[in-house]
T-cell receptor
Framework: AQSVTQLDSQVPVFEEAPVELRCNYS??????LFWYVQYPNQGLQLLLK??????LVKGINGFEAEFNKSQTSFHLRKPSVHISDTAEYFC????????????FGGGTRVLVKP | EAGVAQSPRYKIIEKRQSVAFWCNPI?????LYWYQQILGQGPKLLIQ????????DSQLPKDRFSAERLKGVDSTLKIQPAKLEDSAVYLC?????????FGPGTRLTVT
């Protein structure tokens, strides 16, 4: 069985400061990892995904994440946040085929302060 | 390209009533999922369809929840009878090229 732990439920951060959201996973099969963002009253939008290859993955809106197999982590980073980055962020792992049967973490709420 | 469509966006019902949600996936996507997202939690998979067949419904509370995808395109999720703990956002997603695309969700409030 696979699981995802997002270590921080809330992360307050000042505008233009860097942010890191932590994600650890456990899986007994091939690992495909995802970060999604959810704005209020909206569905989930994919930020980035790791399927294979380079462990540093770049996504939309200036976000990037690094896959670390030995530490079973997939932390999300952005060097400089904007007010518009205020949202909830979800880390997810898929089982078997890439993007299939996602198991989500509990989410991290990012609040960007001016 | 149109995204995943869901309706209604919001629904308020009393406990023991029934409710149905509708999803239209992105054209050509064979795989469709329904997730339940309780406030403050990540989405949890309820059921997965491949075309019009059920692939995985192990997390679906079958005593009260049902879902179908009769022609392999649109899908409906039904709850009958609803309980207070069913209050949540119900998300539909479809998959292609290693990625799931989510609809805006239906927010259900059971009073």
């Amino acid at each position: 069985a696979q699981s995802v732990t997002q270590l921080d439920s809330q992360v307050p951060v000042f505008e233009e400061a860097p942010v890191e959201l932590r994600c650890n996973y456990s899986s007994s099969v091939s690992v495909y990892l995802f970060w999604y963002v959810q704005y209020p009253n909206q569905g989930l939008q994919l930020l980035l995904k790791y399927l294979s290859g380079s462990t540093l993955v770049k996504g939309i809106n200036g976000f990037e994440a690094e896959f670390n197999k030995s530490q079973t982590s997939f932390h999300l980073r952005k060097p400089s946040v904007h007010i518009s980055d205020t949202a909830e962020y979800f880390c997810a792992v898929s089982e078997g085929a890439a993007g299939n049967k996602l198991t989500f973490g509990g989410g991290t709420r990012v609040l960007v302060k001016p | 390209e149109a995204g995943v469509a869901q309706s209604p966006r919001y629904k308020i019902i009393e406990k023991r009533q029934s409710v149905a949600f509708w999803c239209n996936p992105i054209s050509g996507h064979a795989t469709l999922y329904w997730y339940q997202q309780i406030l403050g939690q990540g989405p949890k998979l309820l059921i997965q369809f491949q075309n019009n067949g059920v692939v995985d419904d192990s997390q679906l509370p079958k005593d009260r929840f049902s879902a179908e995808r009769l022609k392999g395109v649109d899908s409906t999720l039904k709850i009958q009878p609803a309980k207070l703990e069913d209050s949540a956002v119900y998300l539909c997603a479809s998959r292609a090229e290693g990625e799931q695309y989510f609809g805006p969700g239906t927010r259900l409030t059971v009073t």
